[in-house]
Protein backbone atom coordinates (compact mmCIF):
# COMPACT_ATOMS: atom_id res chain seq x y z
CA UNK A 1 0.00 0.00 0.00
CA UNK A 2 1.36 3.58 -1.00
CA UNK A 3 1.98 5.78 1.81
CA UNK A 4 -0.11 8.91 2.43
CA UNK A 5 2.89 11.60 2.36
CA UNK A 6 3.89 10.59 -0.79
CA UNK A 7 0.44 10.89 -2.05
CA UNK A 8 0.19 14.08 -0.35
CA UNK A 9 3.85 15.02 -2.32
CA UNK A 10 2.64 13.82 -5.57
CA UNK A 11 -0.49 16.32 -5.49
CA UNK A 12 1.43 19.44 -4.50
CA UNK A 13 4.48 18.93 -7.20
CA UNK A 14 2.39 17.46 -10.26
CA UNK A 15 1.04 20.09 -12.20
CA UNK A 16 -2.18 18.66 -13.10
CA UNK A 17 -3.21 16.95 -9.68
CA UNK A 18 -2.32 20.39 -8.38
CA UNK A 19 -4.82 21.72 -10.56
CA UNK A 20 -7.72 20.21 -9.23
CA UNK A 21 -9.88 21.62 -7.68
CA UNK A 22 -11.08 18.96 -5.22
CA UNK A 23 -8.24 15.65 -5.86
CA UNK A 24 -9.37 12.80 -4.58
CA UNK A 25 -6.73 9.69 -4.21
CA UNK A 26 -8.32 6.64 -5.14
CA UNK A 27 -5.38 4.27 -5.03
CA UNK A 28 -2.44 2.74 -6.79
CA UNK A 29 -2.39 0.09 -9.68
CA UNK A 30 -0.18 -2.98 -9.33
CA UNK A 31 2.15 -1.02 -10.68
CA UNK A 32 2.66 1.64 -8.36
CA UNK A 33 0.96 4.62 -10.44
CA UNK A 34 -1.33 6.74 -8.08
CA UNK A 35 -4.95 7.13 -8.93
CA UNK A 36 -6.70 10.52 -8.02
CA UNK A 37 -9.40 12.15 -8.83
CA UNK A 38 -10.97 15.89 -9.41
CA UNK A 39 -14.04 15.00 -7.38
CA UNK A 40 -15.92 18.30 -9.15
CA UNK A 41 -15.16 16.87 -12.18
CA UNK A 42 -16.08 13.06 -11.52
CA UNK A 43 -19.35 13.29 -9.66
CA UNK A 44 -20.12 12.11 -6.19
CA UNK A 45 -19.03 8.88 -4.81
CA UNK A 46 -20.98 6.19 -2.99
CA UNK A 47 -18.36 3.40 -0.88
CA UNK A 48 -19.72 0.37 0.20
CA UNK A 49 -17.85 -2.65 2.40
CA UNK A 50 -18.04 -4.18 5.29
CA UNK A 51 -16.87 -2.93 8.29
CA UNK A 52 -12.96 -3.76 9.16
CA UNK A 53 -12.81 -3.77 4.91
CA UNK A 54 -10.82 -0.58 4.96
CA UNK A 55 -13.48 2.64 4.87
CA UNK A 56 -12.09 4.45 7.32
CA UNK A 57 -8.59 3.98 6.28
CA UNK A 58 -9.91 5.46 3.25
CA UNK A 59 -11.77 8.57 4.64
CA UNK A 60 -8.97 9.06 7.25
CA UNK A 61 -6.16 9.66 4.41
CA UNK A 62 -9.14 11.15 2.46
CA UNK A 63 -9.63 14.19 4.65
CA UNK A 64 -6.06 13.94 5.64
CA UNK A 65 -5.04 14.89 1.59
CA UNK A 66 -7.23 17.80 1.15
CA UNK A 67 -6.66 19.34 4.54
CA UNK A 68 -2.64 19.07 3.35
CA UNK A 69 -3.51 20.23 -0.02
CA UNK A 70 -6.15 22.97 0.12
CA UNK A 71 -6.49 25.88 2.07
CA UNK A 72 -9.55 26.50 4.29
CA UNK A 73 -10.19 29.39 1.94
CA UNK A 74 -10.28 26.88 -1.33
CA UNK A 75 -12.29 23.54 0.45
CA UNK A 76 -14.75 23.76 3.26
CA UNK A 77 -15.51 20.41 4.80
CA UNK A 78 -18.75 18.74 6.30
CA UNK A 79 -17.83 15.25 8.16
CA UNK A 80 -21.24 13.30 9.41
CA UNK A 81 -20.63 9.93 11.88
CA UNK A 82 -22.41 8.25 14.33
CA UNK A 83 -19.35 7.44 15.97
CA UNK A 84 -18.47 10.65 18.08
CA UNK A 85 -15.15 9.06 18.72
CA UNK A 86 -14.48 9.15 15.52
CA UNK A 87 -15.62 12.73 14.47
CA UNK A 88 -14.16 14.06 17.61
CA UNK A 89 -10.03 14.21 16.00
CA UNK A 90 -11.30 16.48 13.31
CA UNK A 91 -13.36 19.35 15.34
CA UNK A 92 -10.40 21.81 15.30
CA UNK A 93 -9.68 21.29 11.58
CA UNK A 94 -9.88 24.64 9.94
CA UNK A 95 -11.56 23.53 6.87
CA UNK A 96 -14.87 22.64 8.57
CA UNK A 97 -17.54 24.64 7.47
CA UNK A 98 -19.57 23.38 10.65
CA UNK A 99 -18.50 21.40 13.64
CA UNK A 100 -18.38 17.53 12.96
CA UNK A 101 -21.80 16.01 13.28
CA UNK A 102 -22.47 13.02 15.42
CA UNK A 103 -25.89 13.56 16.30
CA UNK A 104 -28.16 11.46 13.86
CA UNK A 105 -30.89 13.77 14.03
CA UNK A 106 -28.82 16.70 12.64
CA UNK A 107 -28.29 14.55 8.97
CA UNK A 108 -31.46 16.27 7.78
CA UNK A 109 -30.34 20.01 9.12
CA UNK A 110 -26.81 19.54 7.14
CA UNK A 111 -28.07 18.74 4.06
CA UNK A 112 -30.64 21.54 4.71
CA UNK A 113 -27.47 23.74 4.78
CA UNK A 114 -25.84 22.87 2.25
CA UNK A 115 -28.92 23.36 -0.04
CA UNK A 116 -29.59 26.77 1.20
CA UNK A 117 -25.41 27.31 0.30
CA UNK A 118 -26.65 26.24 -3.53
CA UNK A 119 -29.57 28.44 -3.58
CA UNK A 120 -27.18 31.19 -2.37
CA UNK A 121 -24.76 30.82 -4.77
CA UNK A 122 -27.03 30.67 -7.72
CA UNK A 123 -27.89 33.93 -6.95
CA UNK A 124 -24.60 34.72 -7.03
CA UNK A 125 -24.09 33.13 -10.42
CA UNK A 126 -27.30 35.04 -11.82
CA UNK A 127 -25.85 38.51 -11.04
CA UNK A 128 -22.74 37.67 -12.88
CA UNK A 129 -24.23 35.88 -15.89
CA UNK A 130 -22.47 32.47 -15.25
CA UNK A 131 -23.93 28.97 -14.90
CA UNK A 132 -21.29 27.80 -12.49
CA UNK A 133 -18.54 27.93 -9.70
CA UNK A 134 -15.88 27.56 -12.08
CA UNK A 135 -16.78 30.74 -14.18
CA UNK A 136 -17.80 32.39 -11.34
CA UNK A 137 -14.00 32.11 -9.52
CA UNK A 138 -12.47 32.78 -12.84
CA UNK A 139 -14.25 35.94 -13.34
CA UNK A 140 -13.61 37.05 -9.62
CA UNK A 141 -9.92 36.39 -9.87
CA UNK A 142 -9.86 38.17 -13.07
CA UNK A 143 -11.41 41.52 -12.04
CA UNK A 144 -9.64 41.27 -8.41
CA UNK A 145 -12.29 40.47 -6.63
CA UNK A 146 -10.29 37.03 -4.71
CA UNK A 147 -11.90 37.82 -1.80
CA UNK A 148 -14.87 36.58 -3.50
CA UNK A 149 -14.36 33.56 -4.46
CA UNK A 150 -16.14 30.89 -3.41
CA UNK A 151 -15.19 27.64 -1.40
CA UNK A 152 -15.64 24.05 -2.63
CA UNK A 153 -17.81 22.00 -0.30
CA UNK A 154 -17.45 18.20 0.50
CA UNK A 155 -20.47 16.61 2.82
CA UNK A 156 -19.08 13.62 3.84
CA UNK A 157 -21.21 10.50 5.57
CA UNK A 158 -20.08 7.44 6.80
CA UNK A 159 -22.27 5.04 7.97
CA UNK A 160 -25.02 6.91 5.72
CA UNK A 161 -27.64 4.41 5.54
CA UNK A 162 -27.78 4.29 9.77
CA UNK A 163 -27.63 7.98 9.79
CA UNK A 164 -30.17 8.37 7.45
CA UNK A 165 -32.07 5.98 9.13
CA UNK A 166 -31.91 8.05 12.42
CA UNK A 167 -33.26 10.99 11.28
CA UNK A 168 -35.83 12.68 12.47
CA UNK A 169 -37.58 11.98 8.81
CA UNK A 170 -35.79 9.75 7.37
CA UNK A 171 -37.95 9.50 4.03
CA UNK A 172 -37.33 13.70 3.31
CA UNK A 173 -33.44 13.24 4.72
CA UNK A 174 -33.19 10.70 1.54
CA UNK A 175 -35.12 13.11 -1.04
CA UNK A 176 -33.66 16.05 -0.11
CA UNK A 177 -30.04 14.70 -0.73
CA UNK A 178 -31.45 13.06 -3.65
CA UNK A 179 -32.24 16.29 -4.95
CA UNK A 180 -29.42 18.01 -3.92
CA UNK A 181 -26.93 16.07 -5.40
CA UNK A 182 -28.07 16.01 -8.82
CA UNK A 183 -27.95 20.06 -8.72
CA UNK A 184 -25.68 20.85 -6.49
CA UNK A 185 -22.17 20.11 -8.15
CA UNK A 186 -22.44 22.94 -10.37
CA UNK A 187 -22.49 25.15 -7.08
CA UNK A 188 -19.36 23.29 -6.04
CA UNK A 189 -20.73 21.16 -3.46
CA UNK A 190 -20.25 17.64 -3.55
CA UNK A 191 -20.77 14.14 -1.58
CA UNK A 192 -18.83 11.49 -0.48
CA UNK A 193 -20.93 8.85 1.43
CA UNK A 194 -20.07 5.80 2.82
CA UNK A 195 -22.15 2.42 4.52
CA UNK A 196 -21.49 -0.68 5.77
CA UNK A 197 -24.72 -1.76 4.79
CA UNK A 198 -24.49 -3.60 1.66
CA UNK A 199 -26.37 -5.26 -1.30
CA UNK A 200 -26.31 -5.67 -4.74
CA UNK A 201 -28.70 -2.21 -5.11
CA UNK A 202 -25.77 -0.19 -3.97
CA UNK A 203 -23.52 -1.68 -6.79
CA UNK A 204 -25.59 -1.48 -9.69
CA UNK A 205 -29.27 0.29 -8.73
CA UNK A 206 -30.33 3.16 -11.18
CA UNK A 207 -31.16 5.38 -8.42
CA UNK A 208 -27.35 4.89 -7.13
CA UNK A 209 -26.28 5.63 -10.32
CA UNK A 210 -27.88 8.19 -11.08
CA UNK A 211 -27.20 10.32 -7.61
CA UNK A 212 -23.66 8.61 -6.78
CA UNK A 213 -22.04 7.81 -10.42
CA UNK A 214 -19.10 6.52 -9.13
CA UNK A 215 -18.72 3.80 -6.44
CA UNK A 216 -16.07 2.20 -4.73
CA UNK A 217 -16.18 -0.72 -3.46
CA UNK A 218 -14.60 -2.70 -0.63
CA UNK A 219 -15.16 -6.17 0.72
CA UNK A 220 -18.40 -7.56 0.71
CA UNK A 221 -20.55 -10.24 1.54
CA UNK A 222 -20.60 -12.85 -1.51
CA UNK A 223 -24.58 -12.98 -1.36
CA UNK A 224 -24.54 -9.72 -2.56
CA UNK A 225 -22.41 -9.80 -5.22
CA UNK A 226 -24.87 -11.33 -7.80
CA UNK A 227 -27.32 -10.55 -10.51
CA UNK A 228 -23.69 -8.66 -11.97
CA UNK A 229 -21.57 -10.03 -14.27
CA UNK A 230 -19.02 -7.91 -14.08
CA UNK A 231 -18.91 -8.17 -10.13
CA UNK A 232 -19.03 -12.27 -10.32
CA UNK A 233 -15.63 -11.90 -12.09
CA UNK A 234 -13.61 -10.47 -9.77
CA UNK A 235 -11.92 -12.43 -6.87
CA UNK A 236 -9.04 -11.87 -4.14
CA UNK A 237 -11.08 -9.37 -2.38
CA UNK A 238 -8.74 -8.91 0.68
CA UNK A 239 -8.44 -5.94 3.47
CA UNK A 240 -6.13 -3.31 1.51
CA UNK A 241 -7.45 -3.67 -1.74
CA UNK A 242 -10.79 -1.88 -3.62
CA UNK A 243 -12.75 -1.84 -6.38
CA UNK A 244 -13.46 1.49 -8.30
CA UNK A 245 -16.67 1.56 -10.25
CA UNK A 246 -16.18 4.92 -12.69
CA UNK A 247 -18.82 7.11 -14.00
CA UNK A 248 -19.35 5.60 -17.84
CA UNK A 249 -16.21 3.58 -18.05
CA UNK A 250 -16.37 1.54 -20.26
CA UNK A 251 -14.16 -0.83 -18.81
CA UNK A 252 -14.05 -3.19 -15.75
CA UNK A 253 -14.16 -1.80 -12.31
CA UNK A 254 -10.27 -1.08 -11.67
CA UNK A 255 -8.45 -2.80 -8.68
CA UNK A 256 -6.47 -0.77 -6.80
CA UNK A 257 -4.63 -1.01 -3.21
CA UNK A 258 -5.69 1.13 -0.66
CA UNK A 259 -3.44 4.23 0.79
CA UNK A 260 -2.12 3.82 3.92
CA UNK A 261 -2.25 6.01 7.07
CA UNK A 262 -2.64 5.32 10.50
CA UNK A 263 -4.89 6.74 12.70
CA UNK A 264 -2.15 8.34 14.90
CA UNK A 265 -1.16 9.75 12.12
CA UNK A 266 -4.02 10.73 10.85
CA UNK A 267 -4.34 12.71 14.76
CA UNK A 268 -1.02 13.97 14.20
CA UNK A 269 -1.78 15.73 10.48
CA UNK A 270 -5.13 17.01 11.84
CA UNK A 271 -3.49 18.52 14.62
CA UNK A 272 -0.53 20.30 12.26
CA UNK A 273 -3.33 21.44 9.94
CA UNK A 274 -4.88 23.05 13.63
CA UNK A 275 -1.91 24.64 14.37
CA UNK A 276 -0.71 26.01 10.80
CA UNK A 277 -3.61 27.59 10.70
CA UNK A 278 -4.12 28.80 14.45
CA UNK A 279 -3.64 32.75 14.30
CA UNK A 280 -0.32 33.09 15.70
CA UNK A 281 0.90 31.29 12.81
CA UNK A 282 -1.08 32.91 10.33
CA UNK A 283 -0.18 35.93 11.27
CA UNK A 284 3.50 34.92 11.42
CA UNK A 285 3.54 34.42 8.09
CA UNK A 286 1.62 37.20 6.79
CA UNK A 287 4.34 39.71 8.05
CA UNK A 288 7.03 37.07 6.56
CA UNK A 289 5.71 37.28 3.43
CA UNK A 290 3.75 40.61 3.16
CA UNK A 291 1.21 42.52 4.73
CA UNK A 292 -1.24 43.29 1.51
CA UNK A 293 -3.04 40.99 0.29
CA UNK A 294 -2.36 39.33 -3.26
CA UNK A 295 -4.24 37.09 -6.04
CA UNK A 296 -2.18 33.31 -3.77
CA UNK A 297 -5.08 31.82 -1.98
CA UNK A 298 -3.01 30.93 0.69
CA UNK A 299 -1.58 34.90 1.06
CA UNK A 300 -5.09 36.43 1.09
CA UNK A 301 -6.37 34.14 3.69
CA UNK A 302 -3.84 34.65 6.03
CA UNK A 303 -4.38 38.60 5.24
CA UNK A 304 -7.60 38.55 5.87
CA UNK A 305 -6.85 36.55 9.23
CA UNK A 306 -4.37 39.37 10.29
CA UNK A 307 -6.98 42.05 9.24
CA UNK A 308 -9.32 40.58 11.33
CA UNK A 309 -7.12 40.49 14.34
CA UNK A 310 -6.45 43.79 13.48
CA UNK A 311 -9.94 44.71 13.80
CA UNK A 312 -10.70 43.15 16.96
CA UNK A 313 -7.34 44.96 18.71
CA UNK A 314 -9.37 48.50 17.63
CA UNK A 315 -12.62 47.01 18.46
CA UNK A 316 -10.87 46.40 22.21
CA UNK A 317 -9.51 49.74 22.52
CA UNK A 318 -12.30 51.80 21.33
CA UNK A 319 -14.36 49.53 23.74
CA UNK A 320 -12.17 50.18 26.71
CA UNK A 321 -12.15 53.91 26.11
CA UNK A 322 -16.19 54.34 25.32
CA UNK A 323 -15.92 52.08 29.35
CA UNK A 324 -13.97 55.20 30.14
CA UNK A 325 -15.99 57.99 29.48
CA UNK A 326 -19.24 56.12 30.22
CA UNK A 327 -17.73 56.06 33.51
CA UNK A 328 -16.87 59.32 33.43
CA UNK A 329 -20.27 60.38 31.95
CA UNK A 330 -22.01 58.17 35.14
CA UNK A 331 -19.90 60.21 37.59
CA UNK A 332 -20.99 63.27 36.10
CA UNK A 333 -24.57 62.11 36.47
CA UNK A 334 -24.08 61.38 40.14
CA UNK A 335 -22.39 64.65 41.12
CA UNK A 336 -25.12 66.84 39.17
CA UNK A 337 -28.14 64.58 40.92
CA UNK A 338 -26.11 65.14 44.48
CA UNK A 339 -26.09 69.43 43.45
CA UNK A 340 -29.29 69.25 43.02
CA UNK A 341 -30.47 67.70 46.05
Known amino acids: MADYRKVIESIQNDENLSRMTVPIPIGTDKNGNLFVEDLQNVGNIFIAGMKGSGKTTFLNQLITVLIK ?32 ISDPSMTGQVINY ?38 YYVLIIEEAMNMIQASENQSGTMNDLAALSLKAKYAGINFIVATNRVSQDIISNPATLTFFPNRIVFKIPE ?32 KLDLIEISPEETVMEVE ?12 KYAKEKAAAPSGDFRQKYLWLVEEKNRLLKDNKALMSELGKKQKELTDLKERIRSLLD
Open 69 to 100: TKTPQELKLLIVNRTEEETKIYRNIPHLGMPP
Open 114 to 151: LRDEMERRYVYFARENVKDITKYNDRMVREGNEEKVLP
Open 223 to 254: SSLSGDERIQAIDGWTKGHLYYFKHLSPISPI
Open 272 to 283: NASSEYSDSALL
